[in-house]
């Protein structure tokens, strides 16, 4: 079982077409980080949530963190192929001493 | 490009040797961070360093082992290797020593153990 749920596993979706992607856990973070990675190739980083509540504008992309900081959100508004990978939530929990990365949202845009 | 460079890219050897990934972080970063990914895995976080020293521990393997020199080089070694530890190991620096600032991933290297 890992820490940090995320869901959909996959999505393919149409080049303009909006979607969400969510990042679930039972336990507490001190900040989330969103990152985006392409076949073999690291993950980059797109932002980092750190207040309960918090929303962060990236160009089309917005990041939630929820209240409790147990979850988040990334929602990508007209999606392009350009957005097309592999996007991760990841972060240190409140009282552990590792770092978590979630089980990934492998999304596709179709021109 | 992030300024995190990792060698070998590729990596191919045979169960039961023993291999050493290299890693050089961003300049200025103090810490160092090793990752192994593999597809039934996800990326799983192994080790972590700050200015020589080890800071934090996830499932890391007795089998491997980690150090950051000096000149902040971080090298990982991976002994008596099996099947299964074929995967995508990436190297991350960061400039802070706490885990909840921004991690700056290199381009990984590949091994397969046959």
């Known amino acids: 079982t890992q820490l940090l749920e995320q869901s959909p596993q996959f999505l393919s979706i149409q080049e303009g077409e909006n979607l969400t992607v969510y990042c679930n856990s039972s336990s507490v973070f001190s900040s989330l980080q969103w990152y985006r990675q392409e076949p073999g190739e690291g993950p980059v980083l797109l932002v980092t949530v750190v207040t309960g509540g918090e929303v962060k504008k990236l160009k089309r992309l917005t990041f939630q963190f929820g209240d409790a900081r147990k979850d988040s959100s990334l929602h990508i508004t007209a999606a392009q192929p350009g957005d097309t990978g592999l996007y991760l939530c990841?972060?240190?929990?409140?009282?552990?001493?590792?770092?978590?990365f979630g089980t990934g949202t492998s999304l596709t845009v179709i021109p | 490009d992030s300024g995190v460079t990792q060698t070998p890219k590729h990596l191919i050897t045979a169960t039961g040797q023993r291999v050493t990934l290299r890693c050089s972080p961003r300049?200025?970063?103090?810490?160092v961070y090793w990752y192994q990914q593999s597809l039934d895995q996800g990326l799983q976080f192994l080790i972590q360093y700050y200015n020589g020293e080890e800071r934090a521990k996830g499932n890391i393997l007795e089998r491997f082992s980690a150090q950051q020199f000096p000149d902040l080089h971080s090298e990982l070694n991976l002994s008596s290797l099996e099947l299964g530890d074929s995967a995508l190991y990436f190297c991350?620096?960061?400039?802070?020593?706490?885990?909840?600032?921004?991690?700056?991933f290199g381009p990984g290297t590949r091994l397969t153990v046959t």
């Open positions: 991350a620096s960061s400039p802070r020593d706490r885990r909840s600032y921004e991690q700056y």
């Open positions: 990841a972060g240190p929990t409140n009282t552990g001493n590792q770092f978590y």
């Open positions: 300049s200025g970063d103090l810490s």
